[in-house]
């Protein structure tokens, strides 16, 4: 797997880095200290999952997240943070990252997080543990039975942050009928917006990636 990390503190990096290291040992890790940067190496490699810090001095963000997904929409973005605020939570969901990390988790819930992104689930706050038996993680298909195919591959890409126009291109469908297909998901499975949709997958485990 190739996975980008953003944060503009290098000790904090190599601290992380070690931590993956640790969990994935095959992962090929690029580090950038900022948005230029993260965009020179995404403009030429590409990267299947990063790690973004909200909080950088050249780029806040939210402008950071927008313009990642516009340049490597298939990346599963994963937010990290010193602060686990609601606001930012809900924010970062709805402009398409597929999970949360704080930085001031402790050891053992930093660890779950990273085995639960690197293992292509979403990880939330506030969240129950890995159980200390691993068991396969369900597919989206399996987490969510009361969808059909069709709607379960929608529901995916949508998770993965994917634009409507992106999917559509994915499926071979228009993006009106995209549209049409989130509608009916999110009624069936009783949220009313991606993002409580991103929460509700999070809490049944389902694997994203």
Known sequence: MNALL?????????????????????????????????????????????????????????????????????ARIV????????????????????????????KRELTDALQRVLSGQIYLPSMEPLPARRVPAPTVHQSFPELTNRQADVLRSALRGHSNKLIARELGISAATVATHLAAIYGIVGVKNRTEAVFLAATRGAVIG
Do not use: Y
């Not at 580090?31 to 020179?40: T, V």
């Not at 937010?79 to 704080?102: M, T, Y």
């Open 79 to 106: 937010i990290l943070s010193g602060e686990r605020s609601p606001d930012i939570v809900n924010r970062a969901i709805q402009l398409g990252a597929c999970g949360f990390i704080p930085k001031g988790a402790s």
């Open 6 to 74: 953003v944060d503009d503190h290098a000790l904090f990096r190599e601290g992380f880095a070690l931590l993956l290291a640790t969990l994935k040992p095959d992962i090929q890790l690029a580090h950038a200290s900022g948005w230029q940067n993260a965009a020179d190496l995404a403009a030429t490699q590409r990267f299947e999952l990063v790690l973004l810090d909200w909080w950088l001095e050249d780029c806040d963000g939210q402008t950071m997240l927008e313009k990642l997904k516009a340049q490597a929409p298939d």
